[in-house]
């Protein structure tokens, strides 16, 4: 299983700052590493919402970032000279000057891009190292090592409970291990949030089409009945799908297109359906998708 790097303690990400160590603590600090200012009060009622979502954000930085809280009412000085005029406010600094910053409660996505536009902004990985890790349980799975691809995926899990790309790749695993009703828990219980991202449509589609590959008959039967009756839609779509789960793709394809050449609304358009289903299965690159793409647009607008 891949050792995923620790998280730095959370009293060296997140500080309280006063004035007297705000130089030491925000401007010398981001000589280094970058640091965001949560200019706050104890009466300001969206700074307790904003604070903990940011210190969260920070937090899964695993050290990329820093992060130092002021108490405008103790800082009046400090505020005074960033011209703080309304909180909350938070500014990042790095390497000594402020490069971005933003005032009022905002959406929890626009603080993790902010974070994420910070660490960048300094050269800096926001990930936290997630990203080599997803790479190492792809190479994995690839490799045929599916057990041990799933494990990683769990452990990255761990660290980024919503991580979309980690979530495709368990499914994918336990696909790879033939247990469909696993892979269909995990895709189940992704968090809402993650639901309509291309992994997780991908996710879907390749479970689908798995689901089907149980249940498709003997290549050879099939292609016997489509040559001796090439009108035979369902023949000809049950062929398809065999040949996906044999991983012919590209002969799966072109039965399909075949299928949707001869009858377009068959079976409620069942061949275009599938053809969709299977691109969105593959990535947007594999020659499959772009070559089947192509073909189908010529003849929807033919």
């Excluded at 954000?57 to 108490?71: F, H, P």
């Excluded at 300094?122 to 349980?137: I, N, Q, R």
């Amino acid at each position: 299983m891949l050792e995923l790097g620790g998280a730095a303690p959370a009293a060296d990400l997140i500080k309280d700052v006063s004035e007297q160590d705000f130089m030491t603590e925000v401007v010398e600090t981001s000589m280094q590493t970058p640091v965001i200012v949560d200019f706050w009060a104890p009466w300001c009622g969206p700074c307790k919402t904003l604070g903990p979502q940011l210190e969260a954000a920070v937090t899964a930085a695993k050290g990329a970032v820093k992060m130092a809280k002021v108490n405008v009412d103790q800082a009046q000085m400090i505020a005074g000279q960033l011209q703080i005029q309304s909180i909350p406010t938070v500014y990042a600094f790095w390497q000594g000057q402020p490069i971005d910053g933003f005032q009022g409660a905002v959406p929890e996505s626009e603080i993790k891009a902010f974070v994420e536009r910070v660490v960048q902004a300094a050269g800096g990985d926001a990930s936290g190292g997630l990203d080599d890790a997803l790479d190492a349980a792809d190479e994995m799975l690839e490799a045929g090592a599916a057990s041990d691809a799933a494990q990683t995926y769990a452990a990255i899990l761990g660290e980024d409970p919503a991580n979309a790309r980690a979530y495709a790749g368990m499914v994918q695993a336990h696909l790879a291990l033939e247990d469909l009703e696993q892979a269909e828990a995990i895709l189940n219980g992704a968090p809402a949030e993650i639901s309509g991202t291309p992994e997780l449509e991908a996710a879907h589609a390749q479970l689908e089409l798995a689901k089907q590959a149980a249940d498709a008959g003997p290549v050879a039967e099939l292609t016997a009945q489509v040559e001796a009756d090439p009108d035979n839609h369902q023949a000809r779509f049950d062929l398809a799908q065999a040949l996906y789960a044999s991983g012919d793709g590209e002969a799966a394809v072109a039965q399909f297109l075949e299928l949707f050449r001869r009858d377009r609304e068959w079976n409620d358009g069942a061949a275009k359906a599938q053809l969709f289903t299977i691109f969105d299965a593959l990535k947007p690159n594999d020659p499959v998708v772009l070559n089947g793409r192509r073909k189908l647009s010529s003849m929807i607008f033919a």
